[in-house]
């Protein structure tokens, strides 16, 4: 399955969550109170097997993925169809297709794991592992893709080469 | 660590359920397949430790915290500054 979405006409820092661009199935479930299982945890942290998803509106359209099974550990993620240039589209494989139970890929709500440097030119996000959540079943997984993406992609780069196809 | 040796077209089986075969030997490249039950996830190690790694860096510790949850808007916030929609570039009329 291949997804891609075309956020070009949205302004990525002003994303609200009422015109939100995601598919009407993954904005409904996309509240605080929605509780995600990831059945095999994410790697180096297999034991964090529930999240949920904080929505705060001062870090827009960052989000957070907190786990419930540990109390440190949380994500900063970020849709990387917002930070990254058309280039940019997820196949993902039928393995983990057939472990989220994914059939519909208006069902799956895409994160990219953001690591957040001091220096915001030095903030990154995960290209190639992105976290996908099927909103039919609310299962997620980190999903290793099989192209060439960075694991360490300069969100600042990637928005102003975003900034220059626009014009 | 088991050492086996083993030749083109030749498999090994693990447990009951996984099974290796080299299909093929190329200078210093081996291709080898892999049948192993769906549950079972099957990476290159090398990529698998980048991604553990990478996770590891990103943790947010104590995101309740309101020192913490304030440290980071502001990180962002200078990232988000970084680009304005072209519309408000400076300049750009």
Same mark, same amino acid.
């Given at each position: 399955m291949k997804i891609k979405r075309d956020f070009s006409e949205s302004n990525w820092n002003k994303t609200q969550t009422g015109d939100?661009?995601? !598919? =009407?199935?993954? +904005?409904?479930?996309? =509240?605080?109170?929605?509780?995600?299982?990831?059945?095999?945890?994410?790697?180096?942290?297999?034991? +964090? /097997? /529930?999240?949920?998803?904080?929505?705060?509106?001062?870090?827009?359209?960052?989000?957070?993925?907190?786990?419930?099974?540990?109390?440190?550990?949380g994500f900063v993620c970020v849709d990387p169809f917002l930070v990254c240039s058309k280039d940019y589209s997820i196949?993902? !494989? +039928?393995?983990?297709?057939?472990?989220?139970?994914?059939? *519909?890929?208006?069902?799956?709500?895409?994160?990219?794991?953001?690591?957040?440097? /001091? *220096?915001?030119?030095?903030?990154?996000?995960?290209?190639?592992? !992105?976290?996908?959540?099927?909103?039919?079943?609310?299962?997620?997984?980190?999903?290793?893709?099989?192209?060439?993406? !960075?694991? /360490?992609?300069?969100?600042?780069?990637?928005?102003?080469?975003?900034?220059?196809?626009?014009? | 660590m088991l050492i086996l040796t083993r030749k083109s077209n030749e498999s090994i089986i693990i447990g009951n359920n996984i099974l290796i075969k080299v299909l093929k030997v190329q200078g210093n490249q081996v291709h080898i397949g892999i049948e192993a039950p769906r549950e079972l996830s099957v990476y290159r190690q090398e990529i698998y430790e980048q991604i553990r790694k990478e996770n590891e860096n990103a943790v947010q510790a104590n995101i309740s915290s309101q020192d913490k949850i304030k440290q980071l808007e502001e990180n962002l916030n200078n990232l988000k500054k970084l680009f304005s929609p072209p519309e408000e570039k400076p300049g750009d009329k």
């Open positions: 939100s661009p995601y !598919p =009407k199935k993954v +904005a409904s479930l996309l =509240k605080e109170s929605v509780i995600f299982n990831f059945p095999e945890g994410i790697p180096a942290f297999e034991d +964090a /097997r /529930r999240f949920i998803i904080l929505l705060n509106e001062n870090i827009k359209p960052f989000v957070y993925l907190k786990s419930l099974d540990n109390d440190d550990l196949k993902i !494989p +039928a393995k983990d297709l057939s472990l989220l139970e994914l059939k *519909d890929s208006g069902s799956a709500l895409i994160l990219s794991m953001v690591t957040v440097d /001091r *220096d915001p030119k030095n903030t990154t996000t995960n290209l190639l592992a !992105p976290i996908i959540i099927n909103m039919d079943n609310l299962t997620g997984r980190q999903v290793i893709l099989e192209e060439n993406y !960075p694991v /360490r992609f300069r969100i600042w780069e990637g928005l102003e080469d975003m900034g220059k196809n626009k014009s | -």
